[in-house]
């Protein structure tokens, strides 16, 4: 079957300018070649250290960033150069939901008018018809009905980051990019969340682009993952293989550092990465990661490595995986 999302190569570079009128200086190479795809039905977690491009990866791929290069394609169907009229139809199979869950409502609408303005935008049914689909989608997330006339500022954090769902939800999309959406919350509203995105992805067969730097929360609702270093994607595959066996360094060192009980920590190696990262304005020529790479060797320095499949549905972008050498989590050995 023919993939709901196909990104390939994706670039995207911001020019640096000294003035207005002035000629670029440099770039900044937020996402620098990045490929993947998600079923539908299926939640893609994309993690990684802030600033290494993950949240650009998914506003470029709703084209509220335009690509610098590579293809995006919807159902097979090329939507990376059309304009915006073109893109119209797209724009109500894909939504987002953003991270902060206050600075992305209108703190002059109301909560009803917030979910329902892009049922008039995109003109879909009579004024009645788009209260009773209002009112349907608060209840849906868990929101009084009533609660419609109400602006955001009468709503705690998780009741507004409900009606950023609801919003999402008000096009019936087919993808929804998750921008961060828990990271602002509560843990114990963060699961609620959760759990309610799960069930809508039952109810409704959505597909998910996951955003987050939290591994605990990425690992409950993704069903693979893919690990992002400097602008590009390290390694991918699904969650089991990925906490079981990370095979590039950098993965294995992300999840090292994620807590666990004292109990289970007992004879836990954690990797400690040594320098910092380096900067998307001038990155480190071949692997992005040798600068900080326990493993390095000279080809890395030098040497781009492919992102290829070093075990069966197993993506991993590392110089190591040529001579079949692997790295496990020394908890998992």
């Known amino acids: ?25 440099g770039h900044v190479y937020a996402v ?3 490929s993947f795809s998600i079923g539908r039905g299926e939640t893609l977690g994309l993690v990684g250290e802030s600033g290494c491009g993950k949240s650009t990866v998914g506003r470029t791929v709703l084209r509220l960033l335009e690509p610098t290069d590579g293809t995006i394609k919807i159902s097979g169907q090329d939507i990376t150069r059309l304009d915006m009229q073109g893109l119209l139809p797209y724009r109500r199979r894909l939504q987002m939901i953003y991270q902060d869950p206050y600075a992305s409502l209108n703190p002059r609408m109301t909560a009803g008018e917030i979910v329902g303005e892009p049922l008039i935008v995109h003109d879909l049914g009579t004024p009645e018809e788009r209260r009773q689909r209002v009112a349907a989608l608060f209840d849906r997330v868990g929101l009084r009905p009533e609660a419609v006339d ?22 019936n999309p087919e993808l929804i990019v998750g921008d961060e959406p828990v990271s602002a919350l509560d843990v114990s509203i963060q699961a609620q969340i959760i759990n309610l995105l799960m069930e809508l992805q039952d109810e409704l067969k959505l597909s998910y682009l996951f955003v ?5 929360v990425v690992e409950h609702i993704s069903h693979r993952i893919a690990v992002m270093y400097l602008g590009r994607i390290v390694e991918m595959t699904d969650r089991r293989s990925l906490f079981e ?27 400690i990465l040594t320098g ?11 692997c992005h990661f040798h600068t900080r790479c326990p493993y390095v060797m000279p080809r890395c320095r030098v040497e781009v ?13 590392c110089h190591l995986h040529d001579a079949k050498v692997t790295f496990p989590l020394a908890s998992a050995a």
């Open 212 to 216: 987050a730097h939290d591994l605990a």
């Open 276 to 286: 910092d990262v380096p900067s998307p304005i001038n990155p480190p020529t071949g």
């Open 245 to 271: 066996m990370p095979l590039h360094p950098y993965s294995e060192a992300l999840l090292s550092a994620v807590p666990v009980p004292k109990s289970s920590a007992r004879g836990r190696k954690r990797v």
């Open 1 to 25: 079957m023919t993939p709901l999302l196909e990104v390939e190569g994706l670039k995207k570079h911001f020019a640096i300018r000294k003035g207005f009128f002035s000629r670029p200086s």
């Open 32 to 34: 620098d070649g990045v």
């Open 305 to 317: 490595p492919a992102l290829r499949e070093a075990l069966p549905g197993h993506l991993v972008s």
């Open 150 to 171: 109400s602006y955001p500022h009468e709503f705690s954090g998780g009741q507004r980051q409900r009606i950023g769902i609801a919003r999402a939800l008000a096009l």
